[in-house]
Every structure is written in C-alpha cells, then in structure tokens.
C-alpha cells in the first residue's frame, strides 16, 4: 500500500496519516495470521508468522523514520536550525563530494572545507536533504542492512535524532536472537532455530507480538510528537529530553504488563 503526496510539500497532517494508516495495514496483517496460527497451532505457520512480523518491524521502522526526513527536507527549515544530527547528515553528505571527486586533502583545501561547511549550515534543509520516499529499496539514509538488530534500530534513531531508550536493552536477546536471529535461520532455509527459552507454540508468537507492536507504536507516537511540537529543533532540547523520558517511561510500563499477562 503506497500513499503519494506532493512533491513540493508534506503537511503536519500528511505525515500523521502516513504514519497512521501505513501502521493499520502492517497491524492488519499481524493479526489476520495470528488468528491461522490460533486455529491451527501449526509450526509452519508459526515460521510464516516469525517472517510475516519481521518484515513489518524492518518496514515500518525504515518507512516511519525516512518518512520523518522526507517531511524535514520538504520543510523551510534552516541546517544551523535543527539538532546536531542533521548537521552531521550534512557532513556525510559533503563527504561524499570528496569521495566522489578528485580532492586532494590539504591544510589549505581542509580549512576551505570547513568555511564550506560552515556557509552550508545555513542553508535550508530541502536544498540537501533529498528523500525519495517511494523508492523501497533506497538505502542512502535509513539502512536497516536487511537485519534489524538493535544495534541497527540504535544506529537509526540517532541518525534520525530521536533517543535509543534504555528499555530496548531489556529486550535486547529476545529481539536480536530469538526474534531477528530465528528470522534469519528461517529465511535461509534453515530446519533448525534456537528454541531456548522460546518455545515454537502460539503463546511465544503472541508475545513477541506484543512486544514488536509496542515498540512500534512507541516509535510511530514520538515521530508524530516530535514533527507536531518541533522537538528537531535544537533550542527545544528541555521538551525533546522530557518527551523522550516519557516513552521510556511507557514501553517500561507496556513491558511490565506483558510480562505479567504471559508469566
């Protein structure tokens, strides 16, 4: 499902309903085959279930935060405006210039660099910062190197500038062995997965699914608070804390209350 707006600008509201209505469809699909896996209690619907959820949590992870940087690049914000992870997008972006061209690094051709980089600063972020948002297979800016770990996942929120929370560690061996690792072992054609502590029964799928869908629903309720407040902007850095603090806070709680409904 593709949802197309115009090239020239990105409302506050078109990315909401973006974000929104390509969470529904993803959800959809998660439950739709809970449901088979319910009624059949098969273990090869349980793999098809553990690849279903895993490409939703690498889509909707990758299609949420580029959608993100699309709306700033439609935006008239200024580099010097937003917080310091743009400006080292910025410096990526200047790197590849050198990289490409046949620029010889010298003190003089550094501090040229510098002043360079310095005027770019002010520049508005739609004259850099080029997304192409239908693109799926563009990996210029969001690259979930086809194996979302939580590494991966940590790499990408600070690209995008929003915080890793620390309650992703908690789940740290659930989502990178038992989640993304099995997913692996599965995709490859493997017959055996790591089943230790992670049982290939309908309560398990139920779990994990649980836990991916607060985590994404997290992800998808502070992109939407950060482009509605303008939490990128780098003199908002006391509200930009507190509401990082506060989904912290919720997936601590969400993570409490799934533990308890499946212990």
């Known amino acids: 499902m593709s949802f197309h707006y115009n090239i020239l600008q990105m409302t506050i509201d078109d990315f909401e309903d973006l974000l929104i209505n390509d969470w529904l469809w993803r959800k959809r699909e998660i439950s739709d085959l809970i449901l088979i896996a319910e009624q059949t209690e098969n273990p090869v619907i349980y793999k098809s279930f553990l690849l279903l959820l895993y490409a939703h949590w690498e889509g909707y992870v990758k299609k949420s935060c580029k959608s993100y940087l699309y709306y700033l690049s439609k935006s008239n914000f200024k580099f010097c405006d937003l917080t310091d992870n743009f400006k080292a997008i910025l410096m990526k972006e200047m790197g590849k210039v050198l990289d490409s061209s046949k620029y010889k690094l010298t003190i003089e051709n550094e501090m040229q660099f510098i002043n360079k980089l310095d005027g770019l600063s002010t520049l508005k972020v739609s004259k850099k910062l080029k997304i192409d948002l239908h693109n799926e297979k563009d990996k210029s800016y969001i690259n979930t190197q086809d194996n979302l770990s939580t590494n991966v996942l940590k790499n990408i929120l600070n690209l995008v500038g929003l915080e890793y929370k620390d309650q992703y560690d908690l789940k740290k061996s659930l989502i990178d062995i038992k989640f993304v690792g099995n997913r ?78 499946f212990s």
């Not at 230790?196 to 939407?224: G, P, Q, S, Y």
């Not at 509605?228 to 908002?236: E, G």
């Open 184 to 261: 692996n072992s599965i995709g490859h054609g493997n017959l055996e997965i790591d089943e230790e502590d992670f049982a290939m029964e309908i309560v398990t799928m139920k779990k994990l699914r649980d836990i991916v869908v607060l985590i994404l629903e997290a992800l998808r309720d502070e992109l939407i608070e950060f482009v509605r407040n303008q939490y990128f902007l780098s003199r908002k850095s006391v509200d930009r804390g507190a509401c990082v603090q506060k989904y912290n806070e919720q997936l601590k709680l969400g993570f409490k209350e799934i533990e308890s409904r």
